[in-house]
């Protein structure tokens, strides 16, 4: 099972990046400062990157008896985390999160503590972890 950060998360980037590009295409008549110009559009493309290539440099991998996470995009990193090396869990969503049923899954190893960021439906991927770890 492949898990990556749900869109949801981004959802308030992309948004305001669709304002902003709307209120764009409102003044394209009036004259703009170029400053101002260049400013708003680095703010959408930063946002948009946020939102999409950030959000696909780390992903989870659930196998039979261990967790496997990979990170980057040019420099790769591997790290895989064995069921039988994790203590507990916990789950922390923001308001936003709430609504629209996303936020981070915390496990607690002997060694460390791993954040599954902004992930859809927590608790379902609990569910899934608890079954195959016995806990």
Do not use: C, Q, W
């Not at 959802?11 to 400053?35: A, M, P």
Request: hydrophobic share 45%; glycine share 4%.
């Amino acid at each position: 099972m492949l898990i990556e950060r749900s869109r949801r998360a981004y959802l308030g980037n992309y948004v305001f990046s669709i304002l902003l590009i709307i209120l764009l295409i409102f003044t394209f008549g009036i004259e703009i400062s170029f400053i101002l110009l260049f400013l708003v559009t680095i703010y959408i493309f930063y946002s948009l990157y946020e939102a999409e290539i950030k959000r696909r440099t780390k992903k989870y991998k659930i196998e039979e008896n261990e967790i496997i996470i990979k990170e980057g995009l040019i420099n790769k990193k591997i790290e895989e985390i064995k069921f039988e090396d994790i203590g507990s869990f916990s789950i922390r969503k923001n308001f936003l999160g709430k609504l629209l049923n996303f936020g981070d899954l915390i496990i607690y190893t002997n060694t460390k503590v791993i954040v599954i960021e902004k992930v859809y439906k927590p608790e379902e991927l609990l569910k899934i972890i608890k079954h195959k770890t016995s806990i």
